[in-house]
């Protein structure tokens, strides 16, 4: 009998398989069971999922037979669980379902819908793509730097064309060195006047598009690696005041900058360079600030050191208090240095 015991036991480990299955082997020997009525207990061995399913019992008297359950009542039983089972899914669905549907008609009026993440330059470019195909009124765009990629600036012009060409006019703001990158300029030759407006900016303002006054772009990192597209209606309006703002404050392109006046000592980036450093800031935050490399930052400090005669950059910042540099009354005392 112990003998028997362990070779069941060996048989259910090497006869694995779902304690709601029935393998071949086991049907098989189920069919002879319900044909002959029993069957020897030791050929169950083999399929050892007869036991733990049910489908069989001992015969009373004789452990050494085992009697099939009726298919219909063996049926009942292995389904049981399973109804159980269903039946709790589908009132888990049905409390669900009572409980968010409600809640579809107030989504649809605004909520997650109305900011999306766009991750990926790819994803980024084409949901402006998107929205530049479908504008019909007007497009707000803001740039930071100094420069573009020609081939950023290829994209731009071929998004300009098509909102263009659906009757939207655009606005643009640059930063002042804008003024000098040819890159910008051939793509400002290559739009119309009458259907692109242009002003520059002091300091860096961080990008910003908005398509017809209904949906916004702004950067969601500072790699600007995702972005978030807006579709709230408040949001969109507070950033149409913030550009509006900035608009009322920038230059246009085609005026002279209001620093660089005649007889000035000083050009208008030199004037900001010297305002930023009179503020405290370091090299790397004005070149920042200003959207031009820490490189050229560096050669503008080193003009406003020559031209004011400065041994020291505290010197340097102690000149610069004195000359009225930063308010513009400084007076020519020789050429300009050269921007």
């Known amino acids: 009998m112990r003998g028997r015991q362990i070779a069941i036991e060996d048989a259910k480990q090497v006869h694995s398989h779902g304690p709601r299955e029935l393998c071949a082997t086991g049907l098989r020997l189920y069919e002879e069971a319900v044909v002959v009525g029993r069957v020897p207990r030791a050929v169950l061995a083999d399929a050892p999922c007869l036991i733990d399913m049910g489908l069989v019992r001992p015969e009373p008297g004789d452990a050494d037979w085992m009697r099939p359950v009726h298919p219909s009542a063996a049926l009942a039983h292995l389904l049981q669980p399973l109804t159980r089972e269903l039946d709790e899914r589908i009132r888990l669905a049905a409390a669900l379902s009572r409980s968010l549907t409600p809640l579809a008609s107030v989504a649809s009026a605004d909520p997650d819908l109305a900011i999306t993440v766009l991750e990926g330059k790819s994803a980024i470019e084409a949901a402006l793509l998107e929205e530049s195909a479908v504008v019909s009124h007007q497009v707000l765009t803001a740039q930071p730097g100094s420069d573009r990629p020609q081939n950023g600036m290829a994209r731009g012009v071929d998004n300009a064309m098509t909102a263009i060409g659906r009757g939207a006019r655009l606005r643009h703001i640059y930063q002042h ?88 000592r000083f050009t208008a980036v030199q004037q900001s ?43 340097l910042g102690v000149l610069i208090a004195q000359s009225g540099i930063v308010d513009g009354t400084s007076t020519r005392k020789g050429p300009a240095p050269e921007s």
């Open 177 to 264: 060195p804008a003024r000098y990158s040819t890159t910008i300029r051939d793509y400002l030759d290559q739009i119309s006047p009458e259907d692109l407006q242009v002003r520059t900016t002091e300091q860096t303002v961080e990008r910003l598009i908005i398509f017809d006054r209904t949906v916004a772009f702004i950067p969601a990192t500072p790699d600007r690696r995702m972005a978030l597209r807006i579709r709230h209606p408040a949001l969109v309006a507070y950033l149409i005041q913030v550009y509006e703002v900035l608009w009322a404050q920038a230059t246009p392109f085609a005026q002279p900058l209001p620093t660089a006046t005649p007889g000035a």
């Open 273 to 315: 360079i010297a305002r930023l450093l009179g503020e405290g800031h370091v090299d790397d935050v004005v070149a920042r600030k200003l959207g031009i490399s820490v490189r050229t930052c560096r050669s503008h400090i080193a003009k406003l050191m020559q031209a004011l005669g400065a041994t020291s950059r505290t010197h």
